[in-house]
């Protein structure tokens, strides 16, 4: 099984800035098949990004996704008010089970 | 679009088996996986196992032994069956859709998730 292990677990951060979150894997996730997720409190997780790097439909071009191997990183590269909110990485590199970072919350500073 | 929705009790006894509904609609549940995940308060998200419309399976071997997922086409619906649950099930659980290719297995669209807690 693949662990995912995101950094930093907080991200504190004003509206307008950049936002860099990590995803480190316990081994090669195969051909960057890496999704993130992004969740508001009492929603679903809603897909960003997939295959590391493309963005989902209807994702702002704002988020970025980028890395291969064992290093993943999400970036926001100007935070609006509704991006405040929790993100997860998911590897489907491999077999099952399919794995999850515990989360980045990024709040407002 | 095709949309995902969750069904059944959110309180379970311990002991019992925790018991699931999801219904998908706007589309045909053929073609894809199906999956379960959940996310107890507060904590992140598990995957909990999926199903492919023809039935085969795949699970987490963290709950392999606990778990059953069906499929009825028919109904345009598959199911969760989590036995002997104690406290630490107790979490929002989703349905989610992934697509049936190796390589292209992230989750979208989710369900909007029900809360199942576990407690006499």
């Known amino acids: 099984e693949i662990v995912l292990t995101q950094s930093p677990a907080t991200l504190s951060l004003s509206p307008g800035e950049r936002a860099t979150l990590s995803c480190g894997a316990s081994q090669s996730v195969s051909s960057s098949y890496l999704a993130w997720y992004q969740q508001k409190p009492g929603l679903a997780p809603r897909l960003l990004i997939y295959?590391?790097?493309s963005r989902a439909t209807g994702i702002p071009d704002r988020f970025s996704g980028s890395g291969s191997g064992t290093d993943f990183t999400l970036t926001i590269s100007r935070l609006e008010p509704e991006d405040f909110a929790v993100y997860y990485c998911?590897?489907?590199?491999?077999?099952?089970?399919?794995?999850f970072g515990q989360g980045t919350k990024v709040e407002i500073k | 679009q095709v949309q995902l929705q969750e069904s059944g009790p959110g309180l379970v006894k311990p002991s019992e088996t925790l018991s699931l509904t999801c219904t998908v609609s706007?589309?045909?549940?053929?073609?894809?996986?199906w999956s379960w995940i959940r996310q107890p308060p507060g904590k992140g998200l598990e995957w909990i196992g999926y199903i492919y419309y023809s039935g085969s399976t795949n699970y987490n071997p963290s709950l392999k032994s606990r778990v059953t997922i069906s499929v009825d086409t028919s109904k345009n619906q598959f199911s969760l069956k989590l036995s002997s649950v104690t406290a630490a099930d107790t979490a929002v659980y989703y349905c989610?859709?992934?697509?049936?290719?190796?390589?292209?297995?992230?989750?979208?669209?989710w369900g909007q998730g029900t809360l199942v807690t576990v407690s006499s």
């Open positions: 706007g589309g045909s549940i053929s073609s894809y996986y």
């Open positions: 295959d590391a790097s």
């Open positions: 989610a859709r992934s697509i049936a290719v190796a390589g292209a297995n992230w989750f979208d669209p």
């Open positions: 998911q590897q489907y590199g491999s077999s099952p089970p399919w794995t």
